[in-house]
């Protein structure tokens, strides 16, 4: 039995938040708001190196039914626990849990000028993006929010606008939730193209769209969330992100963006675990534009390699694959992929595959029947044949 996650439809999701608006608070919503989960094709543990990724949105969203309120006051409700508080009373770590990521997205609007003193709301969520598998379930939180805030506030929501409400989503992640991320997954969430993929330079937060029209060509990629056990890796991100500092600054460059883009060879760092973690950074920066050539001219099927050679990078050089990203990964490549990788920060979540639409049930087979044979717990599928949209008003 291969379990599926669905993606709801725009009718589907938005009943579900408003029924669940009605019942907590009464009465009606001003309105539903949407906005997607992620995955990223390739470009895995660079944004934080000034470099470039290749994400598309999820057909997976996060709804939010939404009224606003003339008291400053916040009352949120999901399937976790209720919060209600005053945006005044919003602080690093404060609310703690689910709702930082919404209170933190109203207290940056707040803080960057762009809402009246009195400006709140009542948030009831509904999601069809799996919790903490990668798929960047908060960025979805934070970004149907700061969509539903600013049409509501009525602020710009041009892709300019969007940046912007970009920025307040990743800084109530950082500063309200505590959680230590770059700037890519609010970006696609908020500022993705249907039917493409975006790619990200974190050294200008610039996008440009990419044609990514599976679909059309008889593919879909495969999202594979193993539904790892959360592990012990707190701590992990930190100090990647510092052996990546630390690489640029013995290089004498002022971040690994500048060393790809100068062809600068990393081999001559002294410390080998130094020339291993510079070397994934500067050879996925160059996969992630090789990756674009070869979408911008149609040719698909070639980014395979790509993406297997960026999972054996993260896996050997950069040492944040696990046993359940390993196997998913290579039962995908025994059963046809043309190419598979971990997705995300790793440790864990999800996997991709790229795969011709008429294997994605036997893929999925083999992945889950590989994942079996080896004890790990039974994996999730999510199947995407057109990249989703951005964040959008539903009702
Ligand atoms: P990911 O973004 O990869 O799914 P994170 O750990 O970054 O994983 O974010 C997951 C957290 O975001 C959850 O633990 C919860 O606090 C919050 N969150 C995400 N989606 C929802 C939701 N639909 N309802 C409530 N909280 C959510
Ligand atoms: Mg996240």
């Given at each position: 039995m291969t379990d599926w996650l669905a993606a709801l439809s725009d009718a589907g999701l938005a009943d579900a938040a408003t029924a669940l608006y009605r019942a907590e608070f009464g009465g009606e919503p001003d309105g539903v708001w949407a906005a997607p989960g992620r995955v990223n094709l390739i470009g895995e543990h660079v944004d934080y190196a000034g470099g470039l990724s290749l994400p598309i949105a999820l057909p997976h969203r996060t709804a939010v039914a939404v009224r606003r309120r003339g008291d400053g006051r916040l009352r949120v409700r999901s399937g976790l626990a209720p919060w209600d508080g005053a945006v005044a009373d919003v602080a690093p770590g404060n609310p703690p849990g689910w709702a930082a990521y919404l209170a933190g997205v109203v207290w940056a609007m707040h803080r960057d000028g762009l809402l009246g003193s009195d400006f709140g709301v009542d948030v009831a969520v509904v999601s069809a993006v799996p919790i903490g598998a990668g798929l960047s379930s908060s960025a979805a939180l934070e970004c149907a929010l700061a969509f539903a805030v600013a049409d509501l506030a009525g602020l710009p929501t041009d892709d300019r606008g969007r940046a912007r409400l970009a920025s307040c989503c990743v800084a109530a992640e950082?500063?309200?939730?505590?959680a230590p991320t770059g700037g890519m997954d609010q970006a696609i969430s908020l500022r993705a193209t249907a039917g493409h993929a975006l790619l990200v330079d974190s050294a200008d937060d610039s996008v440009a769209p990419v044609p990514f029209d599976l679909a059309g060509r008889g593919m879909a990629l495969l999202v594979i969330d193993t539904r790892a056990p959360h592990r012990l890796v707190d701590g992990q991100y930190a100090r990647r992100r510092t052996s990546v500092e630390t690489a640029a600054s013995s290089l004498g460059v002022s971040s690994l963006r500048v060393a790809a883009d100068q062809g600068v060879d990393v081999a001559v760092l002294d410390d080998p675990e130094l020339v291993r973690r510079a070397r994934h950074v500067v050879t996925e920066i160059g996969r992630v534009r090789q990756a674009q050539i070869l979408l911008a001219s149609g040719r698909f099927r070639e980014i395979g390699p790509l993406l297997t050679a960026s999972h054996v990078s993260l896996r050997d050089d950069f040492d944040v694959s696990c046993p359940e990203l390993d196997s998913a990964v290579t039962a995908a490549l025994g059963a046809g992929a043309h190419g598979a990788r971990m997705t995300g920060g790793g440790f864990g979540g999800s996997a991709i595959a790229l795969v011709e639409a008429s294997d994605v049930d036997r893929v999925a087979c083999e992945v889950s029947s590989a994942a079996r044979s080896r004890g790990l717990v039974s994996p999730a599928f999510l199947c995407v044949d057109v990249a989703g949209g951005p964040a959008t008003r539903l009702r």
């Open positions: 950082n500063e309200i939730a505590l």
